[in-house]
C-alpha cells in the first residue's frame, strides 16, 4: 500500500512525534477538510502504529468506545471496543469531532489523557495499563460550536493542542497536483478561487471550502471534465444552498475559468 | 401648456443625446446583495457598505447635442471612501445585458484593489486593470470586448491613454475606472470631529432616507439676517441649489427637500444648528420620575478598539454601574401571562429531554445489558447487581446574561401605544420567567451611552440575585436615552461573565439597530469595535448572540457576530414570544 500523502506546513510533525515519546495526548482543532484525519493517519503510519478511529456523535456511548458483551451460541463474551483495543494492544486512538460526543462519554478518557494512563472497565472489573504505543488523539471544529457542545475544560486541559488551518497556498498546490493528477497551473487557479471563497467564511458562509473539495474538483477536471463544471459541481453547490451566494460564486468560478459554450 | 412642451422637449432632447442602451439596463438595486458578497469574496472590507453614487460634474467637451439639451456635464463614476463604496444606480453603456451587468462587477473588482487619488488616477487604473485582466480570463474577455467598444462608441475616450501622464478626472470619464472621492477637496463636515456634541442621530424615526452621496459645501449661514429680502422672489424661475437639507435636525422630516436634493448636483450645507436639538438636550436633563438611578461608584474605565489606529484606546471609556431605588415590587403582567402558559410548555417539553442513568440498583426500567453482563460474568457473587437505569433531567449549567439596548431609539413607535421599549420591557419580563422556571442562572443588564465618557451600565438583575416581583419592577422602570456604544457594552458584560463558574456562558445581546453615539463612535468606527468586541468575547469562551429588531440590520450583522450567531426579528411585537424560544433552540 502506498504512503499516505501529507505535506508538513509547520514543525506539527516533530511535535506530534514528541508527544508520541512521552506518551501525551494531542487535540487538533482545525476546520472541514483542511487535513486533520489525514495527518492522524500519516503519523500512524510514520510511527507504525494502528490508527483507530471513531467518528463522534450524539449517541455514541461510553460502551461504544470502550466495548460490551455480546451474546453468542455459547453465551455471552466480552468485546473490546476501539479504545480498548489501542489500550491494550498500542496504537493511536482517534477521536474525530469529540465535541459532538456525550459529554458523559468522554469522561472515560480522563484516566487514560493524564499521568495514569489507565482504562478502567467497569462492566469486566478491568484495569487496563496503556501500552507503550498507545496514544489519545482528539479532534474538533471550533466553527461547530453550539451553546451546550463546547469541550468540557477539565478534558480540554489534558491534551497537548495543535491548531490546524487551511494550507499555505504553495502547499495547497502541491498537494492538488498529487493528489488529484491535475497540471500546476490548474492547482493554483484551484487554489487561487479557494483564497477568494474563504474571504467570505463565517459572515456570508458557514463554512469555506477545503482542501479536500478542491482535490475532488481537481480530479474531475483532470479525469477530462471541462474546468468551469467541475468547479461548479464541486466547489460551489457543496458550499451554499443560498441563490445569491450560489450566483456570486458561479460568477468567480466563470471569471477564472471561462464558461465552454457546448457544455 | 409652456411647461408641457418644454417637458416634451427636454425629453426629446436628452434622449437624443443619450447614448446609453436604456433598453439593456441594470440595476444597482437588482444586483446589490450580489455586488456586495462579490466585493467580500474579493478580499473588500466587510465593514464597507455599498451605496448608489451621484452625478459629479466634469468639464469636458461635449457634442452639440449634448449642449443643446444640456447634458454632458455630469456623470455617474464609482469611488470609495473610508466608509462605503459608490457605483452608479444604473448602467447601460453596453447594448447587451450581460455586459452592463458584469460592468458591475469590474467596478467592484477595481474598488476591492484600487487606491486612487487625484494624482496617480490614470496609472493606478491602469496597474490594477492589467492586474485583473491577467489574474480573470472572464474578465479580460470583457475588458477586450469593452474597451473596442467605448472607444469606438465614445471616441473622446481615446485621450485616455496609458502614456499620457496628464490623464486626470477632467478628460472624459472613463466609465471602467475607478475616481477619487467626491469631497475630497471640500471641506465636509468631519463625522470624526468630537466637539460635535449636540448632533443628533441620523436615522432617528426616519421613515425615508437619501441613499445616495452627495457633493456638499459648506456656507456660514450663522449671520443673523433680519430677514429683509434683497430679491424678487418672483424672479425664481427654477428650483433654487440652496434647498435647505437639514443634516442637524431630523426630527421634522421634510420629504421635498429630499425629493429636490436627489435631482440636485450639490449639496450646500449650513453650520447653523437647528433650535431643536437644544429641546432635547433639555429633555434628556430632566429626571425621569421618583425613580432613582444611583450611581455605584464612580466609574471604572475600559479600552476601545481604535480601527484606523488598529490599537486598544487604553482606558478610554467610562463605565458607570447605575441602579435603580426605589422601584415598585410588581407581578407578571396580565397580558403577558396567557403568553407565559404557551411558553410552559414548551419549557415542559425541553424537560423531557433528560439524561440516562445506567447501573442502579433501583430505577424506572431494566437494563437488559447489565442483565447480560451479569449472567456472562464468571463470579457472579462479586457482581454488583446493578439492573436498573433512570432517565434524568440534563444538567444545563448554563450562565446567561441577557444584555439590552435601551437607548433613546427604542422609544420609536410600533403602533401608536406600543414602543419599541415596550416590546423590550415584555420580552424581558417574560425571559427572565422563562429561565427562573429552567432553572437556568441569569443576569440582566443594559446600557446606554453619551460618548466615551459615561457609558451607563444599568442593573437589573445580577446572577447572585433571585428573580422575583423587585426585579419585574426594576424591568418596569426601564427609560429609554441616550446612544449605543455598543463595544463597551459588550466588554463589561464579558467580564461578568467570565467570572461566572458555569461551563456554558452565553452573552444575548438585545438591540434595535446598530452601534452609534454622538462622538466618531457612528458608522464604521462603531462596528469595527464592536466586532472587536465580540471577538474578546468568543476567546473569552462565551457564546455571544444579537437579537435584533432593526430591519436594515442584515447588513452588518453577518460581519459582527458571524453567520449563526444572530436573529433578525422584522416584527418588535413578536420579541416576547420569540425570545425565550431562540434560547430554548440555542441552548436544546
Not at chain 1, 460550536?145 to 469541550?151: C, D, R, S
Not at chain 1, 474563504?198 to 483532470?222: F, H, N
Not at chain 2, 421634522?252 to 432635547?280: C, M, P, V
Not at chain 2, 403582567?333 to 410548555?345: A, D, E, H, Y
Amino acid at each position: 500500500m502506498s504512503k499516505t500523502y501529507y505535506l508538513p506546513q509547520g514543525n506539527e510533525v516533530e511535535l506530534f512525534k514528541a508527544a508520541a515519546g512521552m506518551n501525551l495526548p494531542v487535540l487538533i482543532k482545525g476546520p472541514t477538510g483542511c487535513g486533520k484525519t489525514r495527518f492522524v493517519e500519516a503519523m500512524g503510519e510514520e510511527l507504525g502504529r494502528d490508527v483507530y478511529t471513531v467518528v463522534c456523535h450524539d449517541d455514541l456511548s461510553a460502551a461504544d468506545l470502550v466495548g460490551r458483551h455480546l451474546i453468542d451460541e455459547n453465551g455471552t463474551y466480552w468485546q473490546d471496543g476501539p479504545l480498548t483495543k489501542a489500550v491494550r494492544h498500542g496504537g493511536i486512538c482517534y477521536l474525530d469531532e469529540i465535541i459532538e460526543a456525550r459529554k458523559d462519554t468522554t469522561v472515560v478518557l480522563h484516566s487514560l489523557a493524564d499521568y495514569r494512563r489507565v482504562l478502567p472497565i467497569d462492566r469486566t472489573g478491568e484495569v487496563i495499563t496503556a501500552h507503550p504505543d498507545f496514544m489519545l488523539v482528539v479532534s474538533y471544529n471550533p466553527g461547530y460550536q453550539n451553546v451546550l457542545k463546547g469541550m468540557k475544560p477539565s478534558t480540554k486541559q489534558r491534551f497537548i493542542s495543535l491548531t490546524f488551518n487551511y494550507p499555505k497556498a504553495e502547499i495547497e498546490t502541491e498537494v492538488i497536483v498529487k493528489e488529484s493528477g491535475v497540471d500546476q497551473k490548474i492547482a493554483q487557479k484551484l487554489v487561487a478561487i479557494a483564497g477568494e471563497i474563504r474571504q467570505l467564511s463565517d459572515s456570508d458562509i458557514q463554512e469555506a471550502v477545503s482542501t479536500r473539495l478542491l482535490i475532488y474538483a481537481g480530479k474531475l477536471i483532470a479525469h477530462g471534465f471541462d474546468p468551469y463544471q467541475a468547479c461548479i459541481h464541486s466547489i460551489v453547490e457543496s458550499l451554499s444552498d443560498e441563490e445569491d451566494v450560489l450566483a456570486v460564486l458561479e460568477k468567480l468560478i466563470s471569471l477564472h475559468f471561462i464558461k465552454s459554450i457546448h457544455v | 401648456m409652456d411647461e408641457k412642451v418644454g417637458k416634451f422637449w427636454d425629453h426629446y432632447v436628452t434622449k437624443k443625446a443619450s447614448r446609453l442602451f436604456k433598453a439593456e439596463e441594470v440595476t444597482f438595486a437588482d444586483i446589490a446583495k450580489g455586488l456586495k458578497l462579490f466585493y467580500h469574496l474579493l478580499g473588500g472590507e466587510k465593514a464597507k457598505e455599498l451605496h448608489i453614487t451621484d452625478k459629479r460634474s466634469i468639464q469636458t467637451s461635449r457634442t452639440l447635442t449634448e449642449r443643446f439639451s444640456g447634458t454632458g456635464k455630469t456623470f455617474f463614476l464609482a469611488w470609495q471612501d473610508e466608509k462605503g463604496i459608490y457605483l452608479p444606480a444604473s448602467l447601460a453603456y453596453f447594448p447587451a445585458k450581460t455586459h452592463n451587468k458584469m460592468h458591475y462587477y469590474w467596478l467592484i473588482a477595481m474598488l476591492a484593489n484600487i487606491t486612487v487619488n487625484r494624482q496617480n488616477i490614470s496609472s493606478e487604473n491602469i496597474r490594477v486593470s492589467d492586474l485583473l485582466i491577467k489574474k480573470y480570463p472572464g474578465f479580460r474577455e470583457f475588458y477586450t470586448y469593452s474597451q473596442r467598444y467605448l472607444r469606438e462608441y465614445y471616441p473622446e475616450l481615446s485621450t485616455i491613454e496609458p502614456s499620457l501622464e496628464a490623464s486626470s478626472v477632467d478628460n472624459y470619464p472613463n466609465p471602467l475606472w475607478i475616481y477619487p472621492p467626491l469631497a475630497s477637496s471640500n471641506k465636509l463636515l468631519s463625522s470624526d470631529d468630537e466637539e460635535e456634541v449636540h448632533r443628533q442621530r441620523d436615522e432617528e424615526n426616519k421613515t425615508e432616507i437619501l441613499k445616495m452621496k452627495k457633493k456638499s459645501e459648506q456656507i456660514d449661514d450663522k449671520k443673523e439676517t433680519d430677514g429683509l429680502l434683497l430679491f424678487l422672489p418672483e424672479s425664481i424661475m427654477s428650483l433654487m441649489e440652496q434647498v435647505r437639507v437639514d443634516r442637524q435636525e431630523n426630527d421634522s422630516f421634510d420629504e421635498d427637500a429630499l425629493y429636490n436634493a436627489e435631482d440636485l448636483e450639490e449639496i450646500t450645507l449650513g453650520q447653523k444648528d437647528a433650535n431643536l436639538s437644544a429641546r432635547i438636550k433639555m429633555d434628556l436633563d430632566i429626571s425621569a420620575n421618583s425613580v432613582e438611578e444611583y450611581p455605584l461608584g464612580k466609574g471604572h474605565f475600559i479600552d476601545e478598539w481604535d480601527y484606523k489606529k488598529e490599537l486598544y484606546l487604553k482606558n478610554y471609556v467610562c463605565i458607570k454601574s447605575i441602579i435603580s431605588l426605589h422601584t415598585e415590587p410588581i407581578e407578571l403582567p396580565k397580558r403577558l401571562q396567557k403568553m407565559m402558559r404557551r411558553i410552559q410548555s414548551e419549557l415542559d417539553l425541553m424537560e423531557l429531554n433528560r439524561i440516562k442513568r445506567d447501573n442502579l440498583p433501583y430505577g424506572d426500567e431494566i437494563n437488559i445489558e447489565s442483565w447480560i453482563d451479569y449472567k456472562g460474568h464468571q463470579n457472579r457473587s462479586n457482581h454488583p447487581q446493578r439492573f436498573f437505569q433512570t432517565y434524568e433531567r440534563k444538567m444545563r449549567d448554563m450562565s446567561t446574561l441577557i444584555l439590552a439596548d435601551v437607548s433613546l431609539s427604542t422609544e420609536a413607535g410600533i403602533t401608536q401605544e406600543i414602543r419599541v421599549i415596550d416590546m423590550i420591557q415584555d420580552a424581558l419580563m417574560v425571559f427572565s420567567e422563562s429561565l427562573h422556571r429552567l432553572r437556568d442562572r441569569f443576569a440582566i443588564y443594559t446600557f446606554s451611552s453619551i460618548k466615551n465618557t459615561k457609558v451607563n451600565f444599568h442593573i437589573i438583575k445580577n446572577f447572585k440575585e433571585n428573580y422575583s416581583d423587585t426585579i419585574r419592577g426594576r424591568i418596569h422602570a426601564i427609560k429609554p436615552g441616550y446612544y449605543t456604544r455598543m463595544g463597551a457594552g459588550i466588554r463589561e458584560s464579558a467580564k461578568i461573565l467570565d467570572k461566572q463558574q458555569s461551563a456554558n456562558k452565553l452573552l444575548l445581546i438585545l438591540s434595535d439597530g446598530k452601534p452609534n453615539d454622538v462622538d466618531r463612535y457612528d458608522g464604521r468606527y462603531g462596528i469595527e469595535d464592536t466586532k472587536k468586541a465580540i471577538e474578546e468575547v468568543k476567546k473569552k469562551g462565551i457564546t455571544p448572540f444579537c437579537i435584533t429588531i432593526d430591519i436594515d440590520a442584515k447588513e452588518y450583522l453577518p460581519y459582527l457576530f458571524g453567520r449563526n450567531s444572530y436573529a433578525v426579528i422584522r416584527d418588535a411585537k413578536k420579541l416576547p414570544k420569540v425570545l425565550p424560544e431562540i434560547y430554548m433552540n440555542l441552548t436544546k
